[in-house]
């Protein structure tokens, strides 16, 4: 999914807990730049993804396996692998600007889990 500054892919994390990753480019930017908004971005992702991501792995994305293990029936959290990777405008954006497209994407993937 893209928003006005952020390009986004969300799928199935192969470990057993939500991950996010974040992919500031170059862009012909110096590293100052660079650093700037991957802390940004970085930090919004901390206090807005996160939380959805872990409550949806404790409220009910679980999957029941087939197997048992001494007559208990197994429960497998579907964890999400986000990966955010910025695109050049995010360079000029404001932090607000860059918090409505998080809540944009957060909102998004929080109707695909449920």
Same mark, same amino acid.
């Given at each position: 999914?893209?928003?006005?500054?952020?390009?986004?892919?969300?799928?199935?994390?192969?470990?057993?807990?939500?991950?996010?990753?974040?992919?500031? $480019?170059?862009?012909? /930017?110096?590293? &100052? *730049?660079?650093?700037?908004?991957? #802390?940004?971005?970085? +930090?919004?992702?901390? =206090?807005?993804?996160? $939380?959805?991501?872990? /409550?949806?792995? &404790? *409220?009910?994305?679980?999957?029941? #396996?087939?197997?048992? +293990?001494?007559?208990? =029936?197994?429960?497998?959290?579907?964890?999400?692998?986000?990966?955010?990777?910025?695109?050049?405008?995010?360079?000029?954006?404001?932090?607000?600007?860059?918090?409505?497209?998080?809540?944009?994407?957060?909102?998004?993937?929080?109707?695909?889990?449920?």
């Amino acid at each position: 999914m893209k928003t006005g500054v952020l390009d986004v892919r969300v799928a199935a994390s192969p470990s057993s807990r939500a991950q996010v990753g974040v992919i500031v $480019p170059r862009y012909k /930017r110096t590293i &100052v *730049e660079r650093n700037k908004l991957r #802390r940004r971005l970085r +930090e919004l992702v901390r =206090v807005r993804l996160l $939380p959805v991501l872990a /409550r949806s792995d &404790v *409220e009910g994305s679980s999957v029941e #396996r087939p197997t048992e +293990e001494h007559g208990t =029936v197994h429960t497998a959290q579907t964890a999400r692998a986000v990966l955010i990777r910025a695109l050049p405008t995010a360079y000029s954006a404001t932090f607000d600007g860059l918090a409505r497209d998080v809540d944009t994407v957060v909102a998004r993937i929080a109707n695909r889990i449920g």
